[in-house]
Every structure is written in structure tokens, then in C-alpha cells.
């Protein structure tokens, strides 16, 4: 079955403990992103990839890393997490960043808590 | 960016057919009209693009105004599993990372 697949669901973490949520679709999909859901202010992009070793900067990338050393995986990094970053993170794919054959596949989310 | 706008919330009854509009007035010639939609407790899910014709596939339909400016989702017989927020984004042709989503429309489905 075609999916994007992330890790884990839920995760409650404390201030500055450094965490990875991770994310991986079996579509063979170029493009990669990673979005927060936050009450009132929609689904904001983080980071995206383009293909591997490609990435770049979203709306809101600060206190996030990415790495995309596969096709596949495209793993979200806190180094040092903070309680505004508490909030439902999604992952989502597409077969490639042009053309209008892209819809976005979205994972289930993370619901991640820092305290 | 173009931007789109859309209502905050509708209901509609079970069986019956539902019209979810959406106002994009700044849509330039190459931006592609998607739907995507978010049941509780999930991702977003795609549900239908288009870029100047109408559209069916076996979700919705999508009509859009011939100026562009507007479309409409129609989901034919309204089921209670069809209750999601569904957003309307624009996606740029030579650079689909370009999408916004907005708040979109919170459907409600009554038995």
C-alpha cells in the first residue's frame, strides 16, 4: 500500500532533550515536506526537499533540521526542543516538485508535547 | 502569493448534495486549483485538482468559473464520513512547493 509513514505517533519530550521524528514513503516521490498544525494558524511548511541531498527552508524552519540521505526517509531533527514547538507535525510527499500530476500524500501525524 | 478564500464552516444533511465555494481572485494563468481535506485525527488527504476545465473522479467534482477567480467542490450524496475540514490551495505549475493552506471550510454532516 502506498503510504507515508511516520514516528512516532505521540511523544512527549522535556525542554532541550533532543529528539527525531521520523518519516518514509514507499512512492519513490522526489519531493518531501514537513508541516506544524497549530490552532488558528493552519499547516505551516518547516523544511521541504526537493530530491536527495536537496533541501531548503520553509516558513517556519527555526529550531528544526532535516536531512534526506535516502529517497525514502526525510527524518525531522529537534536538537534542543522547546514548548512552542509542541504541536501536530505532518510529513507529506509528492512525485516531484513541477507539473500538475503532485497531489500531496500526507502521514497521520505526530502529536509532539515539550514540556 | 495567490491566496484563497473560504468559508469558515458549513452543514449540510446526510444523503444530500453539498457545495463547498472557494474565492481565489488573484489566480494567475498557471496555478492549478487543488482540494484536499483533513478527517479528525489524520493528515490532509487530496481530493481533486483541477486547472481550467470541471473535473470528476470518484470523490468529488470540481467546478470552476470560467474567469478562475472561484471554484466550488461538489460531494454528490453527502456522507457522515465526508465530515473534514476541506481546504482549496493554489499550486504553481514550475513550483508546486508554493501552497498555502489556509483554514478552510469545517463541514458538517447531520444524519
Known amino acids: 500500500e502506498a503510504q507515508v509513514t511516520q514516528n512516532p505517533r505521540y511523544l512527549i519530550t522535556v525542554t532541550g532533550k533532543k529528539l527525531t521524528v521520523t518519516c518514509s514513503q514507499n512512492m519513490n516521490h522526489e519531493y518531501m515536506s514537513w508541516y506544524r498544525q497549530d490552532p488558528g494558524l493552519g499547516l505551516r511548511q518547516i523544511y521541504y526537499s526537493m530530491n536527495v541531498e536537496v533541501t531548503d527552508k520553509g516558513d517556519v524552519p527555526e529550531g528544526y533540521k532535516v536531512s534526506r540521505k535516502e529517497k525514502r526517509n526525510f527524518p525531522l531533527i529537534l536538537e534542543s526542543p522547546s514548548p512552542n514547538q509542541t504541536s501536530l507535525y505532518f510529513c507529506a510527499s509528492s512525485l516531484s516538485l513541477t507539473g500538475d500530476n503532485s497531489p500531496l500524500h500526507f502521514g497521520n501525524g505526530t502529536r509532539l508535547t515539550v514540556t | 502569493d495567490a491566496k484563497t478564500t473560504q468559508p469558515n464552516s458549513m452543514e449540510s444533511n446526510e444523503e444530500e448534495p453539498v457545495h463547498l465555494p472557494c474565492n481565489h481572485s488573484?489566480?494567475?494563468?498557471?496555478?492549478?486549483i487543488h482540494w484536499y481535506r483533513q478527517l479528525p485525527s489524520q493528515g490532509p488527504e487530496y481530493v481533486i485538482h483541477?486547472?481550467?476545465s470541471n473535473v470528476n473522479n470518484r470523490m468529488a467534482s470540481l467546478a470552476i468559473a470560467e474567469d478562475r477567480k472561484s471554484s466550488t467542490l461538489i460531494l454528490h450524496r453527502a456522507t457522515l464520513r465526508d465530515a473534514a475540514v476541506y481546504y482549496c490551495i493554489l499550486r504553481v505549475y514550475d513550483n508546486n512547493n508554493d501552497m498555502r493552506f489556509g483554514a478552510g471550510t469545517r463541514l458538517t454532516v447531520k444524519p
Open positions: 488573484t489566480i494567475s494563468g498557471t496555478d492549478y
Open positions: 483541477g486547472l481550467t
